[in-house]
């Protein structure tokens, strides 16, 4: 693209390598975007947080189990490039379709997080159920009761004493960037 610009403004040929030679010397290389620009924060962020962690701490001296939920990136199902490695013999990686579109995709994995801050202990269920609400509960039900189908039995309530309550950290928004300011307590 910059030698045809140079061409149409100045009538200099180059080629494509001699650009990205001469960039390469001046100390440019091609790089992926980094996300790093966050944005403005809600003013009241440092707040919420504190807000959470006071509260958090205070659940575990009394024994009150908590637990913070996430989801992850959806990832489409099928025969598809995804971000990565694995281990391979040499010289022969996955072949996998050149082009990714969603329309050809089995359907979508939503990775979902429960982390037991307590135990320090974690626990992943992937549905793909576009409702989140429902996936978060149907994930925090797979993690107390434990998931049969994984072969892990009663994560949560092997982990935690008998219990009226527990304490949950998620955004509300379940998933957006938008920010909140809530905890949320729920009965077991």
Known sequence: MLASELFAQHSIRI?????AKLLREHGYSLQAPNKAVEGA???DRDKQ???INTTAERCLERGVPVISVDTKKKELVGNFKNGGREWQPAGEPELVDVHDFPHQAIGKAIPYGVYDIGANDGFVSVGVDHDTP???VTSIEAWWNGSASSGIQMLGRSSSPPML???TTTDPTFG???CSDSLTN???
């Open 134 to 136: 429902k996936l978060a």
């Open 15 to 19: 080629s494509d390598k001699t650009v």
């Open 176 to 178: 957006s960037s938008s």
């Open 49 to 51: 947080f504190n807000h």
């Open 41 to 43: 924060q809600h003013p």
């Open 165 to 167: 309550a527990a304490a």
């Open 186 to 188: 729920s009965a077991s």
